[in-house]
T-cell receptor, first 116, second 113 residues
Framework: DARVTQTPRHKVTEMGQEVTMRCQPI?????VFWYRQTMMQGLELLAY????????DSGMPKDRFSAEMPDATLATLKIQPSEPRDSAVYFC??????????????FGSGTRLTVV | GDSVTQMEGPVTLSEEAFLTINCTYT??????LFWYVQYPGEGLQLLLK?????DKGSNKGFEATYRKETTSFHLEKGSVQVSDSAVYFC????????????FGTGTSLTVIP
């Protein structure tokens, strides 16, 4: 089965350090999302891309978060500097929009980030 | 704006019991509707979907029917198993909002033997 690959699976870092999370979407998918999941807030959309172009990153704290797709096989989410409140599970999802219809997205297994 | 409301959990059922998890939505246009399931320590997996009114999505014994008149997409299963214990998320997406997902808050289901 095709899958979305996220690395690392777990990351523990000290406050103030830079964190980079990576996502390899499924080959042929043209849409990529980044979500953050916490117990308090549930699933929050951080950013999404279609055909590698950023469409919406309004859910992302701009001062410390950045999301990019340097090529079709890689999406990155970076936090600099990290803070304890960034501790969460970060999910990447990819999918294919055809004719305006969403056929469902495939999620990666997530990166569990702990900032101490 | 678009939103999804699903019943609060947690839900605890005995094995072979009937399951219903309610989901209602608000959308600007004509959304596609989804149920995702999340097992402990894993990402979300697409369980079933429906892309237009009166469609029924089904998978692994789960079903949900897209009801436009009641703006609902309730998840049902006739006989749950211990392995169905997970968190279930209702979601919608539509072209008018760029096909991004709007998720409900999730409903935790525990099935006891």
């Amino acid at each position: 089965d095709a899958r979305v690959t996220q690395t690392p699976r777990h990351k523990v870092t000290e406050m103030g350090q830079e964190v980079t999370m990576r996502c390899q979407p499924i080959l042929g998918h043209n849409t990529v999302f980044w979500y953050r999941q916490t117990m308090m807030q549930g699933l929050e959309l951080l950013a999404y891309f279609r055909n590698r172009a950023p469409l919406d990153d309004s859910g992302m704290p701009k001062d410390r978060f950045s999301a990019e797709m340097p090529d079709a096989t890689l999406a990155t989410l970076k936090i600099q500097p990290s803070e304890p409140r960034d501790s969460a599970v970060y999910f990447c999802a990819s999918g294919f929009d055809r004719g305006g219809t969403n056929y469902g997205y495939t999620f990666g297994s997530g990166t569990r980030l702990t900032v101490v | 704006g678009d939103s999804v409301t699903q019943m609060e959990g947690p839900v605890t059922l005995s094995e072979e019991a009937f399951l219903t998890i309610n989901c209602t939505y608000t959308a600007t246009g004509y959304p596609s509707l989804f149920w995702y399931v999340q097992y402990p320590g894993e990402g979300l997996q697409l369980l079933l979907k429906a892309t237009k009114a009166d469609d029924k999505g089904s998978n692994k014994g789960f079903e949900a029917t897209y009801r436009k008149e009641t703006t609902s997409f309730h998840l049902e299963k006739g006989s749950v198993q211990v392995s169905d214990s997970a968190v279930y998320f209702c979601a919608l997406s539509e072209l008018l909002t760029g096909n991004q997902f709007y998720f409900g808050t999730g409903t935790s289901l525990t099935v006891i033997p």
